[in-house]
Nanobody, 125 residues
Framework: QVQLLESGGGLVQAGGSLRLSCAPS????????MGWFRQAPGKERTFVAA????????NYADFVKGRFTISRDNAKITVYLQMNNLDPEDTATYYC??????????????????WGQGTQVNVSS
């Protein structure tokens, strides 16, 4: 079973930046839409951002537009989430996700085929 391996979470002050990374455990993972979701304590998991296999199509939740950027390096089979101007409300567990059957705009809980274990992001005020 392929695993998605996340890294880059941590503690940062409000206004700071973090970059999350995600890579599949197998180099033969192949084409897939990749994305990020997050879940804050006591809240449901929500979509954050997604990117197509070729990287030309991206989709963002409204609450991160202009602050977060999703990108991918297919040579390294890695997807990144650059998070700038972080706010305490961004505190959550961030999950990497992959889908072989969804476009970035259609990525949601029901179309994800693979999930990462999650990486914690804490933003202090």
């Amino acid at each position: 079973q392929v695993q998605l391996l996340e890294s880059g979470g941590g503690l940062v002050q409000a206004g700071g930046s973090l970059r999350l990374s995600c890579a599949p455990s197998e180099s033969t993972f192949g084409a897939a839409t990749m994305g990020w979701f997050r879940q804050a304590p006591g809240k449901e998991r929500t979509f954050v951002a997604a990117i197509s296999w070729g990287g030309s199509v991206t989709n963002y939740a409204d609450f991160v537009k202009g602050r977060f950027t999703i990108s991918r390096d297919n040579a390294k089979i890695t997807v990144y989430l650059q998070m700038n101007n972080l706010d305490p409300e961004d505190t959550a567990t961030y999950y990497c996700a992959a889908s072989r059957r969804s476009t970035p705009r259609a990525l949601n809980d029901t179309t994800v085929d693979y999930w990462g274990q999650g990486t914690q992001v804490n933003v202090s005020s």
